[in-house]
């Protein structure tokens, strides 16, 4: 976490229309203060660029003395592994970058974050009363798969706690202050029933310490690009301080609520209707990713290739190919124009077939048959808990002739080759073996 205070009052408006007040310090000898605020570093550098935006000469964020806060009597507990002294691990890492311009990432970045093992259970006070509430400072990653996958460690963590507290009161604290997403993001937390509410950073010193315990997840984001083959739920279970090979596979499942979405008549009708006549298969081919992603041309074949070998009605919330049409494919890219439509037309799937996106974390959630076309290594550890997801794995066979530390497409070359060797057939049965 980040600690400071503004020179000058102002708000900033969130996406979903929330004002996150910032006012300039009035009492400085008071360190439990409304004036005195807490984020994470992300969003710090956000807050940054829109107080250059407005005027830095007038508008600017003063770092504070991080032991001097943590030290207030009513300062709340942190749980799992600590975040403590996040702006001076964040110089260091910056000036082991510069000495060590050509060193294994894997060595520097553990210094944003000590990687020790805590138990959460040794961390935990008696209250008075049988109620507690908890502030998770940071949310738990830029992607919906990441969202969404930690979110079923976070639940394991609030029914942990429910059974010693009886009630637990859980909010999250998400960047706000340049984030596009932040309505998108608050949609997906507000999906788990057990989180009571999500809020906009930055947090006053004197609102985080009405919690009684808090979890700082900030530089968690920048730790799991370094674990990116291992599995999410099990990254942020040893995160909270629970150990992940106590904890039963059968509790690492996804979770999603739509009881308070209403989908739109258009929608509901074009998918009752399709079921009425065939089971539905979404196909789901592309990916931000471009080394996730299926080749346009190659999802475009496959896409004629399920229908003809295929009884199922192909859906698809993308446009595969605009001029494409057939009484057994259905397009819903105009339909599906938020997460809570996506999920939607997800949760009402016979089958998926997707490449590695978002869609099979969600397909879990409402346990849909899923393949999963893979490009990276280490499938296993990414979908063990996921009992109806089925994997392709797709090795890279491009060549890179590029001598940089970066990538250069235009030195790599078959990059796309696994794609063609993908067999229809060998798609149809996976599906088929649900």
């Known amino acids: ?102 060193e294994n990432k894997y060595q520097i970045k553990p210094l944003l ?24 400072i940071g949310g738990f990653g830029n992607s919906i798969s990441e969202m969404v996958s930690a979110c079923s460690a976070l639940r394991i963590l609030y029914n942990k706690l429910s059974e010693i507290y009886g009630t637990v009161v859980l909010d999250i604290y998400i960047k706000a202050s340049n984030n ?36 700082d997840s900030s530089a968690m984001k920048t730790k799991l690009s370094d674990c990116a083959e291992e599995n999410n739920i099990d990254i942020w279970l040893n995160k909270f301080g629970i150990d992940y090979h106590k904890v039963s596979d059968e509790l690492k499942y996804n ?51 399920l229908l003809v070998k295929t009884d199922y009605i192909i859906v698809s919330t993308l446009n595969i190919n605009s001029k494409f049409t057939d009484d057994r494919y259905i397009n819903l890219s105009k339909d599906s124009k938020s997460f809570d439509d996506y999920a939607y037309i997800v949760s009402n799937m016979d089958f998926i077939l997707t490449t590695e996106t978002s869609t099979f974390h969600i397909a879990d959630a409402f346990l849909i048959p899923t393949v999963v076309i893979f490009t990276k290594t280490n499938i296993k550890e990414k979908i063990k808990y996921y009992k109806y997801t089925k994997a392709i794995e797709l090795h890279d066979e491009s060549i890179n002739y590029s001598n940089f530390i970066f990538d250069n497409n ?25």
Not at 4 to 29: C, W
Not at 192 to 210: A, D, G, T
Not at 266 to 286: D, G, M, Q, T
Request: charge should be positive.
């Open 180 to 215: 596009s997403f932040y309505t998108r993001d608050k949609s997906i937390y507000l999906k788990q029933e057990f989180i009571h509410e999500v809020y906009p950073l930055s947090i006053s010193v004197k609102r985080l310490c009405e919690y009684d315990y808090f979890i």
């Open 113 to 136: 974050q000590s990687t020790q093992k805590v138990d959460l259970f040794h961390q935990l006070k008696k209250f008075e009363n049988n109620k507690i509430s908890l502030a998770i």
């Open 410 to 434: 235009e030195l790599t070359f078959y990059k796309f080759s696994s794609w063609k060797k993908l067999k229809i057939n060998r798609i149809i049965k996976l599906l088929d073996s649900f």
């Open 255 to 305: 979770e999603l609520s739509l009881k308070h979405y209403i989908p739109s008549e258009s929608l509901k009708n074009k998918i009752n209707n399709a079921k009425e006549r065939s089971k539905l298969l979404l196909f789901h081919p592309y990916s931000a990713d471009i080394n996730k992603s299926m080749p346009q041309d190659i999802a475009f074949k496959i896409l004629k290739k």
């Open 1 to 102: 976490m980040i600690f400071f205070r503004v020179t000058q009052n102002m708000n900033i408006k969130a996406t979903d229309g929330t004002l996150i007040e910032y006012h300039k310090l009035k009492n400085p000898s008071n360190l439990n203060s409304e004036t005195l605020y807490i984020t994470t570093s992300e969003d710090f550098n956000d807050l940054k660029k829109v107080f250059e935006t407005l005027n830095k000469d007038k508008y600017s964020a003063k770092l504070l003395n991080e032991e001097k806060i943590r030290s207030i009597e009513q300062f709340p507990i942190e749980l799992g592994i600590s975040n403590e002294n996040e702006q001076e691990n964040l110089e260091n890492f910056g000036q082991k970058i510069q000495n060590n311009f050509n």
